[in-house]
C-alpha cells in the first residue's frame, strides 16, 4: 500500500496518497479582514480524485473548505462576513468587528507507521489585534482498508484574558468546526447516527455522527468524541453545509487558567457507507 506524504508549502501543507493530492492546508493565506482569515483544508479530495469542498464561494466568501469558525468569540468575530443583529432581525456587515485565527508555527511533524501527524500553535486575534485566546492543534490522518481516509482533529483553546465568551450566530446557530461542501456534493445527502436522513430533520438534532454523500459519489462523515462538552453535539446542516453545533444550546465560557479541548473524526470516502460501516469507523476514532 502506497503511504500518505507530507510536504510543507508557502501556504501550509500538502497531504499526498502517491500522486494524488488529498488536501491542502491553508495556513498563511492572506485574505480580507472581513473574512476573519483563518486556517483552513481547501481543496479535499475523495481516494477517486472527486472534489469534497468548497473554497470562498460567491455567496460567502468567508466560506473556506473545512475550518474553525467562531461567530462569537468576546467581542470578536472570527467567523467572517455580517453578523446577525437582533434589533434590526437582520445580517449587517459590522465594522472593525473582524479578528483572526493567525498561524505561528507547526510544532511538530511525523510521517510512521502510515500515520501523518502535525502540530499547528495559533493565537486569536479581535479587531484590534490584541490576544484573546492561544490555541494548539493537531491533525492525524491515516488510510483506509477500504478507499478513504480518516483524520482526527483536535484542538486545545487557552484564553489570555479573564475569560474567553463563544458564542454562535444569533439566528442560524453555526459556529465551530464546519464544511462547505463543494459542486458534486451540492445537494448531498445527510444520515446520522440516530437512524435520521436529510438535512432538514437533522438540523439541531443530536448525533455522535453524520454523514454527508454527493449525489454521483463520495462521502464524508464527521465524528463528535464522547469527551466533548455537549456530546452528543447538535449539528448544522444544509444541503452543502455539514457542522459540529457545539454552541446551539448557548454560549460557553472558558475561564482563564483553563482549556476547552475539542476532538473530532472525519472521514472522506469513495462511496457512501452503510451505518455499520460508519459505526465501525467511529469506533477506531474514539478508541
Known amino acids: 500500500?502506497?503511504?500518505?506524504?507530507?510536504?510543507?508549502?508557502?501556504?501550509?501543507?500538502?497531504?499526498?496518497?502517491?500522486?494524488?493530492?488529498?488536501?491542502?492546508?491553508?495556513?498563511?493565506?492572506?485574505?480580507?479582514?472581513?473574512?476573519?482569515p483563518k486556517p483552513c483544508f481547501a481543496p479535499i479530495y475523495t481516494p477517486s480524485g472527486g472534489l469534497v469542498t468548497e473554497y470562498r464561494?460567491?455567496?460567502?466568501?468567508?466560506?473556506?473548505g473545512l475550518y474553525f469558525g467562531w461567530v462569537h468569540a468576546n467581542q470578536?468575530?472570527?467567523?467572517g462576513g455580517p453578523w446577525y443583529l437582533p434589533e434590526k432581525g437582520k445580517y449587517e456587515m459590522v465594522e472593525h468587528s473582524h479578528g483572526v485565527?493567525?498561524?505561528?508555527?507547526?510544532?511538530?511533524?511525523?510521517?510512521?507507521?502510515?500515520?501523518?501527524?502535525?502540530?499547528?500553535?495559533?493565537?486569536w486575534l479581535d479587531a484590534r489585534d490584541e490576544a484573546i485566546a492561544r490555541e494548539q492543534r493537531s491533525y492525524t490522518f491515516r488510510k483506509l482498508e477500504e478507499p478513504g481516509y480518516l483524520w482526527t482533529i483536535e484542538t486545545r483553546i487557552r484564553p489570555t484574558?479573564?475569560?474567553?465568551?463563544?458564542?454562535?450566530?444569533?439566528a442560524a446557530k453555526y459556529s465551530g468546526l464546519e464544511l462547505r461542501l463543494g459542486p458534486p456534493f451540492a445537494d448531498a445527502q445527510h444520515r446520522s447516527s440516530?437512524?435520521?436522513?436529510?438535512?432538514?430533520?437533522?438540523?439541531?438534532?443530536?448525533?455522535?455522527?453524520?454523514?454527508?454523500?454527493g449525489a454521483a459519489g463520495g462521502a464524508v462523515v464527521m465524528m463528535d468524541h464522547p469527551d466533548n462538552p455537549r456530546h452528543p453535539t447538535p449539528w448544522f446542516t444544509r444541503r452543502n453545509l455539514l457542522g459540529a453545533g457545539l454552541l446551539?444550546?448557548?454560549?460557553?465560557?472558558?475561564?482563564q487558567?483553563?482549556?476547552?479541548?475539542?476532538?473530532?473524526?472525519?472521514?472522506?470516502?469513495?462511496?457512501?457507507?452503510?451505518?455499520?460501516?460508519?459505526?465501525?469507523?467511529?469506533?477506531?476514532?474514539?478508541?
Open 76 to 79: 470578536a468575530n472570527l467567523w
Open 194 to 213: 440516530e437512524g435520521l436522513e436529510g438535512h432538514e430533520n437533522i438540523m439541531g438534532q443530536q448525533a455522535r455522527w453524520v454523514s454527508a454523500a
Open 101 to 123: 485565527q493567525r498561524h505561528l508555527d507547526f510544532a511538530e511533524k511525523q510521517v510512521k507507521d502510515g500515520r501523518v501527524s502535525i502540530q499547528e500553535k495559533l493565537e
Open 161 to 170: 484574558g479573564a475569560v474567553l465568551v463563544l458564542g454562535a450566530s444569533r
Open 57 to 64: 464561494p460567491a455567496d460567502h466568501a468567508w466560506h473556506t
Open 257 to 287: 487558567g483553563e482549556e476547552l479541548v475539542l476532538r473530532y473524526g472525519f472521514a472522506v470516502l469513495d462511496q457512501a457507507p452503510s451505518a455499520g460501516v460508519v459505526e465501525e469507523l467511529y469506533a477506531e476514532f474514539i478508541s
Open 1 to 36: 500500500m502506497i503511504e500518505l506524504g507530507l510536504h510543507e508549502n508557502c501556504l501550509g501543507f500538502e497531504l499526498h496518497d502517491g500522486d494524488r493530492l488529498v488536501t491542502l492546508y491553508r495556513a498563511r493565506e492572506e485574505l480580507p479582514r472581513s473574512e476573519s
Open 248 to 255: 446551539m444550546g448557548g454560549d460557553l465560557e472558558v475561564p
